[in-house]
């Protein structure tokens, strides 16, 4: 069985370009979050997609969107890159899209905004 | 809205000793309760989930319990280990699909 995976580990970008990240969920898992981990605090939800449906956004501006393909892979794109974005980028993925089912993380991808 | 605020932000105790955690939730209308590891620069690992039903869950040296209707959770960490340093997050799983974390406590072990 193989865990979530993201990619790129890390990535540098410049303000006002896009970026594009991946994740791969775990073998069986249908539903994948992802969240935003600013330094020294805890990660913030973007949105979650179930099912190649986005099922719930966070506080995210529209400049965030996301995918999700039939095997379940997603991607999270960032527009218009601001300083700010500079974070760690967290996937999680979890059977089904409902409550109470353990979120099963991966390594995360590192992204700088100069 | 959901907050989650965790005490101490920063610990350092000498190895072995026990330890503990805390969590606190402002909405207690919560599914379950989920204690994370994260080392640093790395993604997290899930260490204990709690449904709201239960009242604690162990795993090895780590011990959780949930209070959901005071909205408090603490994680007991025994004979603490050096491998134990890292930062550990709380989460609750409440409405609209997601995990709202706290903070997080950074916790170093001396040997």
């Known amino acids: 069985e193989t865990g979530v995976t993201q990619s790129p580990t890390h990535l540098i970008k410049t303000r006002g370009q896009q970026v594009t990240l991946r994740c791969s969920s775990q073998s069986g898992h249908n539903t994948v979050s992802w969240y935003q981990q600013a330094l020294g605090q805890g990660p913030q939800f973007i949105f979650q997609?179930?099912?190649?449906?986005?099922?719930g956004r966070g506080n995210f501006p529209p400049r965030f969107s996301g995918l999700q393909f039939p095997n379940y892979s997603s991607e999270l794109n960032v527009n218009a890159l601001e300083l700010d974005d500079s974070a760690l980028y967290l996937c999680a993925s979890s059977l089904e899209g409902t409550s109470g089912n353990t979120q099963y993380f991966g390594p995360g991808t590192r992204l700088t905004v100069l | 809205k959901q907050e989650v605020t965790q005490i101490p932000a920063a610990l350092s105790v000498p190895e072995g000793e026990n330890l503990v955690l805390n969590c606190s939730f402002t909405?207690?209308?919560?599914?379950?309760l989920q204690w994370f590891r994260q080392d640093p620069g790395k993604g997290l690992t899930s260490l204990l989930l709690i449904q709201s039903s239960q009242r604690e869950q162990t795993s090895g040296r780590l011990n959780a319990s949930l209070d959901k209707s005071s909205g408090r959770s603490t994680l007991y960490i025994a004979a603490s280990q050096p491998g134990d340093s890292a930062t550990y997050l709380c989460?609750?799983?409440?409405?609209?699909?997601?995990?709202?974390f706290g903070a997080g406590t950074i916790l170093r072990v001396k040997s």
């Open positions: 989460a609750v799983w409440g409405n609209g699909n997601k995990l709202v």
């Open positions: 909405d207690s209308a919560i599914y379950n």
């Open positions: 997609y179930y099912r190649e449906e986005e099922n």
